[in-house]
């Protein structure tokens, strides 16, 4: 399907007619403000390819798995309440700081968060799984609920993103760099493996320091001292 790379050439055309039917069909689109695009600016000039050559990718993927798994899928694992990133242009340094910086400008129609009022008085958010006559579910990072449609008062459409503004904020500059170093990798990183104590060779079958004795100790320390 179209994708939000796409849907942004298509928006770059300036064709109102073609924006109101990409609008229609696909989802929200817009600009984003001055801020935001001196955001992008300002961190695509720290990410230089030199700097992002010199990420720890291991660490990349540990951050990531933080704060976005739960919600996106990306090398077959993760959540689903966002679009998979496997496939996206995630290459581009560009693509990935607007979309980060800026999650509301561009928001697939099958991603805009629904927010249902029930009668009890509470109010649920979710992007929608699956709907029939009776129920809707509500697809939430960390889970699925079904609601009773005989019980909603009402329900609405945002047209922002589910995912939050200003995420990478918290993060320092290094930690921004093997992030983002991570997310451009066109092949999933290698989990980190504890190191061992020089020492610890004899417990081990005497196997030599290295990647397969720590493959060893990371498999087999749960049962073994």
Request: net charge negative.
């Amino acid at each position: 399907g179209l994708g939000a790379f796409h849907a942004r050439q298509i928006r770059a055309l300036g064709d109102e007619e073609l924006d109101a039917r990409l609008g229609e069909v696909w989802g929200e689109i817009r600009e984003s403000d001055d801020s935001k695009r001196e955001l992008v600016a300002e961190w695509k000039e720290r990410l230089s390819d030199d700097y992002l050559a010199q990420a720890d990718l291991a660490r990349g993927r540990q951050l990531y798995a933080t704060i976005w798994a739960a919600c996106h899928r990306l090398y077959g694992e993760g959540g689903e309440t966002g679009p998979d990133l496997t496939g996206s242009n995630r290459n581009d340094l560009d693509y990935l700081l607007e979309n980060i910086f800026d999650p509301g400008a561009v928001v697939s129609a099958d991603y805009r968060m629904s927010i249902i009022e029930l009668k009890d008085g509470r109010t649920v958010t979710g992007v929608v799984a699956e709907e029939t006559d009776r129920t809707l579910v509500l697809r939430q990072a960390e889970a699925e609920i079904t609601v009773e449609k005989e019980e909603v008062a009402s329900r609405m459409t945002s047209p922002l993103s589910m995912m939050p503004e200003g995420l990478l904020l918290a993060f320092d500059e290094g930690q921004v760099r093997d992030l983002i170093a991570y997310l451009r990798t066109l092949s999933e990183t290698p989990v980190a493996l504890p190191s061992l104590p020089a020492d610890s060779g004899p417990r081990y079958g005497g196997m030599p320091a290295g990647e397969g004795r720590e493959a060893v100790y990371f498999t087999c320390r749960a049962c073994h001292a």
